[in-house]
């Protein structure tokens, strides 16, 4: 299974870089490659093969930034901070972004258990249908499963997703969250920041701070069930 | 996919994502808050000039699920009783920045006529003896549900099968998706050349509902029926 950064919609990016054209900072220089780099209606959240590469990056193959190794310490070191940050851990909630966010969630509940010694009951949380793009755009993804095992109001929901970019999918995940209730609190966690928010929402717990120009793609990629590595394209 | 018409010329493709994107909403429904933000700010015109209950209802509360603008027009108290025509209708509601036509009608090929008519997507909530594809839909998907799988399950479709739109969007939404369809029931009631699509005609309804995982009954469609089939109710 391939994951990539949520917010790739080809529209979005198209009209990002016309803005930053507009204001002429230096990411105008990449603004050719992302349009027609869209044009080719690579689909986010797409199919499996594992190449991230893809019509979108010519000449270019993608380099592994972060191999399962390094996405195992970061999930561990994530796990971590997540019982630091709430030492009153039976209150915490733990919910996956599907579809991407669901294996470095599993990895990272897997460290809270081994640390606290119980396991937390992780959710699932589609937020497709919450999404502000996607009405109007042509082909509709179909929405994954959402499972939420236990009740949000008054615990705390420590949101968990692969990619953080533009900030769009957290906005629209923590819309869904407070529809089931109404949480304590939430916090973000997410393996790789890659930059480039374009809503005020902030990280609370970091794997790696990865800089990338806005056209590069960043994608998780399940090699096998448990085993992810890290893509740039 | 823009309009939905018929499953006679739906593509097997959508009928499978239809069916496994309402798997994934299923659960909003039994949610505290059955309520997604989807189609905010949207308009949904349900158009019914044929009575209606779950049909009518099932759209409103889809519409109102997804956070669209639901505005229900029945036959009655419509401008259609004051002689304006359908077409005129339907072309005043689109010019209102409706962005979604449901139609009822009891005559066959009204929504596939507004969907030549207007910009917007129509779907076809039952036209007179034609076709009713979202009840299809409900249907292949509860079979779906119950037994696991469409492919290769024997369905069995007994009744006034000639007059029902059901059986129609039926018959073809599950021969597409795979399934064996045997059909039963009295001789006047059998449709003409469903052989050709692969369906099954059972000479007896013990037949025709032997083996089968799923058994669909129809009533007698007596709206349509004008008394021609039979000497009396009664028989």
Redesign the interface.
């Known amino acids: 299974m391939t994951s990539s950064a949520p917010p790739e919609d080809p529209n979005r990016v198209r009209s990002a870089s016309s803005r930053s054209a507009q204001t002429g900072s230096p990411l105008t220089a990449s603004a050719g490659t992302a349009s027609g780099a869209s044009s080719s209606g690579s689909s986010e959240r797409a199919s499996s093969s594992g190449d991230a590469s893809g019509p979108q990056a010519p000449g270019s193959a993608h380099r592994v930034v972060l191999d399962h190794a390094g996405v195992c310490r970061a999930a561990t070191r994530i796990a971590h901070e997540i019982v630091e940050r709430n030492r009153d851990i039976e209150q915490v909630v733990p919910v996956a972004i599907a579809a991407g966010g669901i294996p470095v969630a599993r990895l990272i509940v897997d460290g809270i258990r081994e640390i606290v010694g119980r396991a937390l009951e992780l959710g699932e949380l ?1 937020v497709t ?2 999404r502000d793009d ?2 109007g755009r042509g082909k ?1 993804p ?6 939420m095992p236990q009740s949000v109001a008054g615990k705390r929901v420590v949101l968990i997703d692969d990619v953080m970019f533009t900030g769009r999918t957290v906005r629209a995940a923590m ?2 969250v407070i ?3 109404r949480p304590e609190g939430i916090q973000v966690a997410c393996l790789v920041d890659r930059g480039h928010r374009e809503l005020p929402i902030q990280v609370d717990f970091v794997g790696k701070n990865i800089p990338t120009q806005r056209a590069e793609r960043v994608t998780v990629v399940e090699l096998e069930p448990g085993i992810l590595e890290v893509r740039v394209a | 996919m823009k309009h939905l018409l018929d499953t006679e010329t739906l593509p097997r493709e959508d009928i499978l994502r239809l069916l496994e994107t309402t798997e994934a909403m299923l659960e909003i429904s039994q949610r505290e808050v059955k309520k997604v933000p989807t189609l905010r700010g949207r308009t949904v015109i349900n158009l019914f000039l044929e009575a209606s209950t779950r049909t009518r209802v099932s759209f409103e509360i889809a519409a109102k699920r997804l956070s669209a603008d639901a505005i229900n027009v029945g036959a009655s108290g419509s401008s259609l009783s004051k002689a304006e025509t359908l077409s005129d209708m339907a072309r005043n509601l689109s010019a209102m920045q409706a962005d979604v036509l449901v139609v009822r009608d009891r005559n066959a090929g009204v929504p596939a006529m507004l969907a030549r008519y207007l910009d917007i997507p129509v779907i076809n909530a039952g036209d007179g003896e034609h076709e009713h594809p979202t009840q299809a839909l409900l249907d292949a998907f509860t079979i779906r549900q119950a037994t696991g799988g469409i492919e290769g399950r024997i369905v069995a479709i007994v009744g006034d099968v000639a007059h029902s739109r059901v059986a129609r969007s039926n018959i073809h939404a599950l021969i597409k998706l795979g399934a064996e369809v045997r059909i039963a029931g009295p001789r006047t009631m059998m449709p003409v050349g469903v052989e050709e699509l692969g369906v099954k005609p059972c000479s007896s309804m013990e037949e025709a509902v032997d083996g089968a995982h799923a058994i669909m009954m129809l009533r007698i469609q007596l709206e349509r029926l004008q008394g021609a089939l039979f000497a009396s109710l009664r028989e």
């Open positions: 589609d249908l919450y996607v009405v509709r179909v929405p994954h499963r959402t499972r819309d869904a529809d089931f209730g």
